[in-house]
């Protein structure tokens, strides 16, 4: 059974940095990604990424500020965020999916059907 262990969270102050890492079992497929939802919100796409071709994808509100990476010899997915607000707050969730078909809308939450107990993101004023 495929399993996502996220790590990294933690309580910082606005503009400070925090790197979430994603760690997968047992998976088969070539996109990851990184979610998060915050209270009384929808759950939100932030970054996704291709482990297979490397192409990345951000949702606008956290572009030149986070960035999705790979280390395939470790299967772990990393998010580095800078320069952090505190509308970032959230919990930030790792997911996965399955196979290898191509699919529209790489920050859309059900398009991935693996997913991480999530890491609680408290960004302070």
């Known amino acids: 059974q495929v399993q996502l262990v996220e790590s990294g969270g933690g309580s910082v102050q606005a503009g400070g940095s925090l790197r979430l890492s994603c760690a997968a079992s047992k998976y088969r497929g070539n996109f990851m990604g990184w979610f998060r939802q915050a209270p009384g919100k929808e759950r939100e796409g932030v970054a996704a990424?291709?482990?297979?071709?490397?192409?990345?994808y951000y949702t606008n509100s956290v572009k030149d500020r986070f960035t999705i990476s790979q280390d395939n010899s470790k299967n772990t997915v990393y998010l580095q965020m800078n320069s952090l607000k505190p509308e970032d707050t959230a919990m930030y969730y790792c997911?996965?999916?399955?196979?290898?078909?191509?699919?529209?809308?790489?920050?859309?939450?059900?398009?991935?059907?693996?997913w991480g107990q999530g890491t609680q993101v408290t960004v302070s004023s």
């Open positions: 997911a996965a999916r399955g196979g290898f078909a191509g699919f529209p809308n790489k920050l859309r939450s059900s398009n991935y059907n693996y």
């Open positions: 990424i291709d482990t297979v071709g490397g192409s990345t």
